[in-house]
Nanobody, 113 residues
Framework: VQLVESGGGLVQPGQSLTLSCAASGVTLSNYDMSWYRRTSGKEREWVATIERSGGGRVYADSVKGRFTISRDNDKNMVYLQMRKLKPEDTDVYYC???????WGQGTLVTVSS
């Protein structure tokens, strides 16, 4: 299984970004998928999860109301739409299924004025 995250970048507070997660070697529609984030030296923090069908979604309190997780099972992709970004959202973001697969390289999101 290989996970590839993309879409990160440098944005100003209040702006938006959409992250993408592509997978190879696995059919994502068989799994609930999650986004995580981690700054250097810390444990990865869970951000959001979407059920395999796309019906159920849960979010960490820190991002609830600002982030939206979605998926396209036909394309084998998972997304994280991030709005109203804050400096404290600065992190490397990763996707995975309950941490079961090797981590991808992640995608860096930097929120700074």
């Amino acid at each position: 299984v290989q996970l590839v995250e993309s879409g990160g970048g440098l944005v100003q507070p209040g702006q938006s970004l959409t992250l993408s997660c592509a997978a190879s070697g696995v059919t994502l529609s068989n799994y609930d998928m999650s986004w995580y984030r981690r700054t250097s030296g810390k444990e990865r923090e869970w951000v959001a999860t979407i059920e395999r069908s796309g019906g159920g979604r849960v979010y960490a309190d820190s991002v609830k109301g600002r982030f939206t997780i979605s998926r396209d099972n036909d394309k084998n992709m998972v997304y994280l739409q991030m709005r109203k970004l804050k400096p404290e959202d600065t992190d490397v973001y990763y996707c995975n299924a309950d941490r079961r697969w090797p981590w991808g390289q992640g995608t860096l999101v930097t929120v700074s004025s």
